[in-house]
DNA sequence: CCTGTCTGCCC
DNA sequence: ATTCTGC
DNA sequence: GCAGAATGGGCAGACAGG
């Protein structure tokens, strides 16, 4: 075993040996025979061996339990060589979309899989439809026709039975691009056999009237029941239909409605209410303490159901009037705009007044509020109220969905008018392009759908279009767990490398103020001044103008003569005026965000620019990559310390990509950003693929980055899914100086739900009253965790980063009287990699090695100051 | 006016 | 942000 | 591979309440 400084380097940080241990990804690279990597292999595998053979690596390289890349652990270890020389022929998974070696096996796996969850499938529907019919029979008490009613319900399931196995084939393989048009076929299906039964699910209201909230929810039951997407498809469509032809007018609240929005998110419009409000309010509404709500919570894990089941408690004197769709959005946009003194009293009247106005149907009838344990709750308006206040409908039906059952909706009802039979799925699928295409270029159904009334969904590109003003969908990234996996995805095809730096991403508007009227939508959004339209766009949309007056002030002097408009995009990172250097995100996080004047800016900021989608009138996004570079190149200039090119290499040589991520590291970066140059997918199109960029950071290559071994301390009882599981956990590292438990951090991805289990039972016999006074975690009564451990069960933990925290007291006393200000270490982005029942918690790793690990990081930090300007131009 | 809590939004 | 899961 | 739903740290800003 190498001594204990070799690997506590390796550990601590991003230093030069970790090149080596990139390597190791790729297989066969040479190094594979390092050392330690046997031992700890043997370490693991026998513990025993360990303790009497083994016992200094153990105690002398591991003492703190840090996780080194040397150190690594002996599955990755092991396995390390064979996993990578096996990945051509294996199955590896995903990556393997391009090569043709994989095929064969892939196929395999697929018919494997139909073949046996098949026979199970089919008694299930046999089950299912009586469980929902009470559901319905509730909120249709008015006039339900209930002979339509189960045959409507029955109908997914009956497409499900009569032809079960072939649809599960099509299922199945619906993931090979080849069987697309099966996929249409079925989802088809689906929906013409939902159809069929010639009635919707909420039976029609009077035409031109508001659309009754309750024929929503009613689909949001339907919804929430299944979980096959083509039939969440068909119903949220089938619904939309019916809008469509009663109260068209009431669409663009209806949609609204689903996707858990009030407005556009450029538009700035803020709830304010978040859960403490919303027990506050249930509490109110149905004259139950607070602390019964709380309980509840955790017992439920909903707030929704919550609010549905202590409803109908309080005896209304008047029977309210059933709530409309138009009604709650306009509710719900009266509680939003509220603000100042007293406006969290108004906040609360206000959805006391939509609760008691919800369900108003079964309300008052002296039942007792609603089983919550049938069907979910069933269509409760009470419950889909209070999980729109959470912004979380939790349906297994989000935006993207939506937006697609829009589409089809929206074909299906102008073949109606013009009595047509129903689209062709060919039809259909152009439909959903065009509209995917439209939103994505402008992400507001406020401007989309009145357009798409109008003017029909197949003229939406005319009328709705790319233009500085309104911020277009960004393109995100897949990570990417090696380098082996970028050449595999990428193989064949030119791409490039670009730093990711770690700030936060910004699009930027401009229109120069001699070409402002050819922009007329942009004057509405975009900051005006003597320069011109100006504004900044988060990656949410979200209008960041005020927060950056400074940048929008400077970037005249960025580019070259003759621009006239632009959209860039780009990332802001905080900077260093004095070092010219690159700050981490914390510094840029404490710059205010309102009313910011430039005098008092304290922390500045430069633009690193990577992709231009709109330049000189014109949309630029289906171009390649390689000519809109080149036009950000040619038609901008930096600017130091205010705007730069994000630093790229093309190369597809794997060690220069390694190279290159190191030196991203080196230089303050994330890691790398790696994207297609030429080929079609190149293009700025997120409604085509949002995620069609990889990103490689360190912690995502297994066995690099920073990993610790903390103690549980504390759980939170979990939510949705994770009801009647623990949601989440309190984490501590060891400090054997005064033999205390520190908390570093809560943890709540990695789990897989099998593990959640496990835990869940491993846990509850060590719960104890209160925490051990030897227990260093913070008093503020919102971080206390649901429950308390005793300190046994260790978990490998792998991290980005360590953050100095207000929360936090990991190593707090190393660092009293810094600029930390007593401030303890915690991690970011935290997640769960195993367990590690070998150890014991006093040999976690300990609050030293978390402060060192902390250290190590900032000196790397400093020294990419000292080094920048030497390969600040380097060409890869 | 100061402090703690809650919320929304960055990652 | 990261991660897991059903389709 | 997509889409959705679980979950993380931590900041500024807005309010409430003393």
């Given at each position: ?5 070799s690997?506590?380097q ?32 043997l370490?693991f ?5 360990r ?10 390289a ?38 043709d ?40 008490s008015?006039?339900?026709p ?25 299922m199945v ?26 009635k ?17 929810c ?34 663009l ?28 309010a ?30 109908g ?14 009604g ?50 069933g269509?409760?308006?009470?419950k ?7 912004g ?9 969905t ?19 039979p ?44 790319l ?6 969908k ?29 700030g936060?991403?910004?699009q ?10 050819k922009?007329?939508?942009a ?25 950056y007056p400074?940048?929008?002030?400077k970037?005249?002097?960025w ?74 190149h ?6 130091e310390?205010?705007f ?8 597809n ?23 297609m140059?030429?080929t ?25 980055g ?71 975690h ?22 980005a ?14 660092f ?11 991690l ?6 195993k367990s ?13 090695a978390?402060?060192e ?24």
């Amino acid at each position: 075993m190498s001594e204990d400084k070799s690997r506590k380097q390796a550990t601590l940080g991003y230093v030069p040996d970790s090149q080596l241990t990139i390597g190791r990804f790729f297989g066969g690279n040479g190094n594979a025979q390092q050392s330690p990597k046997k031992q700890t292999t043997l370490a693991f595998g026998a513990k025993r061996q360990r303790a009497s053979s083994g016992a200094d690596p153990e105690s002398a390289a591991e003492p703190s339990g840090v996780k080194s890349e040397n150190d690594d652990t002996p599955d990755a270890n092991g396995t390390e060589s064979s996993k990578n020389l096996k990945r051509e022929n294996a199955d590896e998974v995903e990556e393997s979309d391009e090569s043709d070696v994989q095929p064969v096996p892939k196929r395999r796996r697929k018919a494997a899989k139909s073949s046996s969850p098949t026979p199970q499938k089919t008694p299930s529907p046999k089950k299912s439809p009586p469980k929902k019919s009470p559901a319905k029979a509730k909120v249709q008490s008015p006039s339900p026709p209930p002979a339509v009613k189960s045959e409507s319900e029955d109908v997914s399931d009956e497409a499900k039975n009569q032809d079960g196995e072939e649809e599960d084939a099509d299922m199945v393989s619906e993931a090979e691009e080849d069987v697309k048009p099966a996929v249409k076929k079925t989802m088809e299906k689906v929906q013409a056999t939902l159809k069929a039964s010639g009635k919707d699910p909420y039976p029609d209201w009077k035409a031109g009237d508001p659309v009754p909230y309750a024929a929503m929810c009613t689909t949001f039951s339907l919804i929430e029941m299944t979980s096959k997407r083509l039939v969440i498809m068909a119903h949220c469509s089938l619904f939309l239909q019916q809008v469509l032809r009663l109260t068209p007018k009431d669409l663009l609240p209806t949609v609204q409605l689903m996707i858990n929005k009030l407005a556009a998110d450029y538009a700035g419009i803020e709830l304010g209410i978040g859960e403490s409000l919303i027990m506050k309010a249930i509490g109110e509404t149905t004259g139950r303490s607070l602390g019964v709500i709380k309980t509840d919570q955790h017992e439920i894990g909903d707030l929704g159901l919550v609010a549905a089941k202590s409803r109908g408690n309080q005896p209304t004197m008047f029977k309210p009037k059933p709530l409309t769709v138009r009604g709650v959005h306009e509710g719900l946009l009266g509680i939003a705009q509220v603000q100042g003194h007293g406006s969290q009293d108004k906040k609360i009247s206000g959805i006391k007044k939509l609760l008691s106005a919800a369900d108003s149907a079964t309300a008052g009838k002296g039942s007792k509020g609603i089983d919550i344990t049938k069907d979910k709750g069933g269509p409760s308006e009470a419950k889909f109220i209070v999980r729109f206040l959470e912004g979380k409908l939790r349906l297994g039906l989000a935006e993207k969905t939506v937006l697609v059952a829009l589409a089809q909706a929206i074909v299906s009802h102008e073949a109606a008018l013009e009595d047509k039979p129903t689209p062709s799925p060919e039809r259909m699928a152009e439909a959903e392009a065009v509209l995917k295409s439209v939103y994505s270029q402008l992400p507001s159904y406020e401007e989309i759908i009145p357009a798409m009334l109008e003017h029909g969904i197949f003229n939406l590109p005319d009328v709705c279009r790319l233009s500085p003003g309104i911020p277009l969908k960004p393109m995100l990234a897949n990570p990417t767990k090696s380098i082996t996996e970028v050449l595999d995805r990428f193989e064949g095809k030119e791409f490039t490398c670009e730093y990711k730096y770690d700030g936060e991403r910004a699009q930027i508007h401009f229109v120069a103020p001699d070409s402002i009227r050819k922009y007329p939508a942009a004057t509405a959004t975009l900051q005006k001044d003597k320069k011109g339209l100006s504004a900044i766009f988060s990656r949410n949309s979200e209008n960041l103008s005020k927060k950056y007056p400074d940048v929008l002030a400077k970037l005249d002097g960025w580019i070259k003569e003759g621009v006239d408009s632009f959209v860039l995009d780009c990332e802001t990172v905080a900077w260093d005026t004095v070092n010219k250097k690159v700050l981490p995100f914390q510094q840029l996080m404490t710059r205010k965000r309102k009313d910011v004047k430039e005098e008092d800016i304290k922390v500045k900021v430069c633009v690193f620019a990577f992709d231009l989608l709109f330049f000189n009138g014109e949309p630029v996004v289906k171009k390649s990559l390689r000519e809109r570079r080149q036009l950000l190149h040619e038609c901008f200039q930096p600017v130091e310390g205010e705007f730069q090119f994000a630093q790229f290499g093309n190369t597809n040589v794997l060690d220069e990509i390694q190279t290159m991520l190191e030196d991203s590291v080196k230089a303050s970066c994330e890691g790398l950003m790696v994207k297609m140059l030429d080929t079609d997918q190149s293009g700025y199109e997120p409604s085509k693929r949002s995620r069609n960029w990889l990103k490689v950071k360190k912690d995502y290559l297994a066995g690099v980055g920073d990993s610790l071994d903390l103690v549980v301390l504390g759980a939170y009882y979990g939510r949705g899914k994770r009801t009647s599981v623990y949601g989440a956990f309190l984490l501590a590292a060891y400090s054997p100086n005064n033999d205390t438990y520190e908390t570093i951090c809560n943890i709540g991805t990695g789990f897989s739900e099998a593990v959640l289990e496990e835990m869940h039972k491993a846990l509850t016999p060590l719960i104890i009253d209160r925490p051990k006074p030897f227990y260093a975690h913070s008093s503020v009564p919102k971080d206390q965790p649901d429950v308390w451990f005793e300190p046994r069960l260790v978990w490998e933990v792998k991290t980005a980063d360590l953050t100095l925290s207000p929360r936090y007291k990991a190593a707090a006393d190393e660092f009293e009287g810094t600029t930390g200000g007593g401030k303890g270490v915690s991690l970011r982005f935290p997640r769960y990699i195993k367990s590690r029942d070998d150890k014991n918690p006093d040999q976690a790793t300990t609050t030293r090695a978390v402060a060192e690990m902390y250290r190590k990081q900032e000196a790397v930090a400093k020294e990419a100051a000292g080094k920048r300007g030497v390969d600040d131009d380097f060409e890869y």
